[in-house]
C-alpha cells in the first residue's frame, strides 16, 4: 500500500493544478477513486465526490485539489517529494483517499465522503458550492498540513477590499499643486493598516487583526501627469471575536476621518470577498478519535493550534454546525514557496492516522449511543 501511496501523490503532483484549472486533476482523482471501489460522481463546479458504505455517521474528509501558481519539477532528494501542492495540499488528499479505500473491503459502520473541491486558493467556489448541494455529514476532517501530531482547531476570518483612490489631475512639472491619488491612496493605506478595535487581544496574533497590502494600480498613460487614480487590494485577517461587517464597518468610519482631511479626494470601497473565522470545539468525539489515532501512530499525544490564515474549514463550519478539525502532514512554513515539498514517511504515517481515526469514531459513537447523533446531524458533546 506505501508504494501506490507514494504513486498516487507523485502523479497528483506531476499535474499542475493551479486555481481554475483543476479539469485535469478532477478527471483523474474520479477514475483512480473508481477503480479503488469509491461510488464517485463529480458536481458542476468540478468537485470529485467519492463514497464508501451507507447509513450513519457521516464521516467527510475533504481536501483541494488546486494549488498556487508556480510548477515546481516533481522529483524525490532522499526522503523528501518535491512538487507544488506537496504540503499544500495534495498529499493530505492523497492520504485521505487511500485511508479511505481501505474500507472498500473491510466495510465501514456508516459513511465516508473523501471530497477533492476546487478553488480552495481562490475564492472557495467548491466548498461553497458543496455546502448547498445534498451532502450532509455529521462531522469533517479537512486536509491541510499541521504535521503529523497537530490538530488544527481554528482559522482567522477573512476581508478583502478593493480601495479606488481619484483626485483631480495636472502636470506632474507642478506636483506641490495637485494630490497624487497613489500618494493619498499610500497615507489611507497607513491608517487601515494602524487602526485596532477594542475586541482585540493586540499580543495575540490570532486574536488580532492583521492587515496585508496586496496589489496597487495607479498612474496615468500619460508620462508628465500627476496621477488621478489609484486602486489599493488589501487584505484583512479577522480573529473570531470581530465579524466581517464589525471590520468593514470600522475601516468605513477611517475612510470618512481621510476624506475629511483630504476632501479633494475621492473614494471608493468594494468588498470581493469575506468569510467568517472559525473555532471548534476540541471536546468533539471526533477530536478524540483523531488524538487518539495520533497516538497509536506516533506514540506521542496530539498538540493543538490555530492558524492566522483561513480555510474550507471556515465555510463548512459555520454553515453547518457541525464538528469539524483540520489535519494532515507536512510543514505550513513551506505553503506557497518555490522549496515546497513533504517527508514522504510522514505522509505515509498521516495515512494511518486518518485510518485510525476511521475505525475508532464508530466506537466512540457507539460508546455514547445513539442519542449523541443530533436531529439536524452532528455529534452532540
Known sequence: MSDYAVSLLTRMLEIYSPSGKEEEISNFLAR???NLGFRVQKDEVGNVIG??????????????????????????????????????????LAAMIVAASSFVKEGFPGKILVVGVVDEEGSGRGIKHLVKGEIFPDCAIFGEPSSVGKIIFGYKGIVNLKITCETPSGHSASPWLFDNAIEKAMELWRQIRRFHLPEEKLRSRFYSITSCLMKIEGGNASSSMVPS??????????????????VFSEVKKRIKRFKATSPKVSVRMKVEGSDYAFEADRRSLLVRALSWAIRKTTLNY?????????????????????????????????????????????????????????IKLPELLKKRGSKELKGNRGFLL
Open 229 to 246: 487614480k489609484c486602486d489599493i487590494y488589501v487584505q484583512l485577517r479577522i480573529p473570531p471575536q470581530l465579524t466581517p461587517q464589525r
Open 32 to 34: 483512480e477513486m473508481e
Open 302 to 358: 496530539a498538540s493543538f493550534s490555530r492558524k492566522t490564515g483561513t480555510g474550507d474549514m471556515n465555510v463548512l463550519g459555520n454553515a453547518l454546525k457541525i464538528p469539524v478539525v483540520t489535519y494532515g502532514p507536512g510543514d505550513s512554513n513551506l505553503d506557497h514557496t518555490p522549496n515546497e515539498h513533504i517527508d514522504i514517511q510522514e505522509y505515509l504515517d498521516s495515512i494511518q492516522v486518518y485510518r485510525k481515526t476511521l
Open 51 to 92: 463514497e464508501i458504505g451507507e447509513g450513519e455517521p457521516v464521516v467527510l474528509l475533504c481536501g483541494h485539489m488546486d494549488t498556487v501558481e508556480g510548477y515546481i519539477p516533481v522529483r524525490v532528494e532522499g526522503n523528501e517529494l518535491y512538487g507544488r501542492g506537496a504540503v499544500d495540499a495534495k498529499a493530505s
